[in-house]
């Protein structure tokens, strides 16, 4: 172990053990997001981390237990490398695989489980159910302009399907054939349906992936009205994008319903999109009634400039819908901050630091 002092306050520093004050061997990526695992506890106050294959001693104030993962932002490079802590607000993260929504995410699982159903020879149910909600609905959506089609995404993405299953057994329970067809037309109860069948390992991940996103709305949505939704959409042009959608909902102010006016917090929605000729593109509302503040940001300066020549059919498509518009603008930023995925708003930085040394 190589003694280090002077540590910044903050971050995590890592050091290759034959060049102390570099750690190119490990080629870390700035924004990257990497898995590390407690191998063993040296003192108190120091752990030995694997990472990237890599064993560092790891002088921390954080409380960590042999076996247990943590996962890391690389936030700077130079002079060395400094890694942010992530971790769950108000899960466990043993319980809310993290580090597996953004695999799913960057890897874009949702398409590779479309694909292998899509290669099935003939229409199965799978099928249908599938390209129902990732290809029929979005270009319904996309010709139409209707809300109403990206509530049917959302309630199909196999985030509700428990919640749907309890209603439908309720006092007026639906017959089985409708439960059947309520199971089927949910990407969780379709993946169900495809294990059974197939025991396809893509499919079991996404399914694992679904859970883990579920048990974070349990303390998102409870304690910070955060809700983060991953839509997958076939887009007219046959590109296939995972999209990612937050909503903040307004907290609500006590004896007061949500939608009444007297309920001055707003609604946030942040919408992240990479298109297939547009690049990434990223866009934040606030809604506060009828009144409404937008931003676009893109890391392409030719896309905010297509943007921003849309902007007029856009804001007279909203003031149809009887929108006020106070303000939108788009704005070309760097790719980092546009490319971060929006899974991180509902995810906070651990308050003590984990110092590296190789």
């Known amino acids: 172990m190589i003694e280090i002092n002077g540590l910044p306050s903050s971050g995590v520093l890592i050091y290759d053990s034959d060049q102390p004050r570099s750690a190119n061997t490990a080629r870390f990526i700035k924004n990257e997001i990497i898995k590390g695992r407690v191998l063993k506890l040296l003192d108190s106050n120091t752990a030995l981390i694997n990472i990237k294959g890599r064993d560092f001693s790891a002088r921390t104030q954080v409380p960590l237990k042999v076996g247990s993962e943590m996962t890391f932002k690389v936030e700077k490079l130079t002079p060395v490398p400094e890694l942010r802590a992530l971790g769950i607000q108000f899960v466990k993260p043993e319980a809310a695989n993290i580090s597996a929504?953004?695999?799913?995410?960057?890897?874009?699982?949702?398409?590779?489980?479309?694909?292998?159903?899509?290669?099935?020879?003939?229409?199965?149910?799978?099928?249908?159910?599938?390209?129902?909600?990732?290809?029929?609905?979005?270009?319904?959506?996309?010709?139409?302009?209707?809300?109403?089609?990206?509530?049917?995404?959302?309630?199909?993405?196999?985030?509700?399907?428990?919640?749907?299953?309890?209603?439908?057994?309720?006092?007026?329970?639906?017959?089985?054939?409708?439960?059947?067809?309520?199971?089927?037309?949910?990407?969780?109860?379709?993946?169900?349906?495809?294990?059974?069948?197939?025991?396809?390992?893509?499919?079991?991940?996404?399914?694992?992936?679904?859970?883990?996103?579920?048990?974070?709305?349990?303390?998102?949505?409870?304690?910070?009205?955060?809700?983060?939704?991953?839509?997958?959409?076939?887009?007219?042009?046959?590109?296939?994008?995972?999209?990612?959608?937050?909503?903040?909902?307004?907290?609500?102010?006590?004896?007061?319903?949500?939608?009444?006016?007297?309920?001055?917090?707003?609604?946030?929605?942040?919408?992240?999109?990479?298109?297939?000729?547009?690049?990434?593109?990223?866009?934040d509302f606030t809604l506060k009634g009828k009144t409404l503040y937008g931003m676009f940001g893109a890391a392409v300066a030719e896309t905010v400039e297509i943007l921003e020549n849309s902007m007029e059919s856009f804001r007279n498509t909203l003031l149809e819908k009887g929108f006020y518009i106070q303000h939108i603008e788009c704005r070309l930023k760097e790719p980092e901050i546009i490319n971060e995925p929006l899974i991180f708003n509902i995810i906070q930085t651990t308050e003590n630091n984990v110092n590296l040394v190789g």
């Open 101 to 283: 929504i953004l695999s799913a995410l960057k890897d874009n699982l949702w398409k590779s489980v479309f694909d292998k159903i899509s290669t099935v020879k003939g229409s199965t149910p799978e099928e249908i159910s599938y390209s129902q909600i990732i290809d029929s609905l979005p270009k319904k959506l996309l010709k139409s302009g209707k809300t109403e089609y990206v509530k049917e995404i959302i309630n199909r993405s196999g985030l509700f399907l428990e919640s749907k299953l309890k209603q439908a057994i309720g006092p007026k329970p639906l017959e089985p054939e409708q439960i059947r067809q309520l199971i089927k037309n949910d990407i969780k109860g379709m993946l169900l349906g495809l294990i059974s069948e197939t025991d396809d390992e893509d499919a079991k991940q996404l399914l694992s992936v679904i859970k883990s996103l579920q048990l974070l709305h349990i303390s998102g949505v409870e304690q910070e009205r955060k809700m983060f939704i991953p839509l997958p959409l076939l887009l007219p042009d046959g590109h296939f994008c995972t999209a990612q959608l937050l909503f903040k909902l307004p907290k609500l102010l006590k004896d007061i319903p949500e939608e009444s006016e007297e309920n001055e917090n707003p609604l946030k929605i942040s919408l992240f999109l990479e298109l297939s000729n547009l690049g990434p593109i990223k866009a």
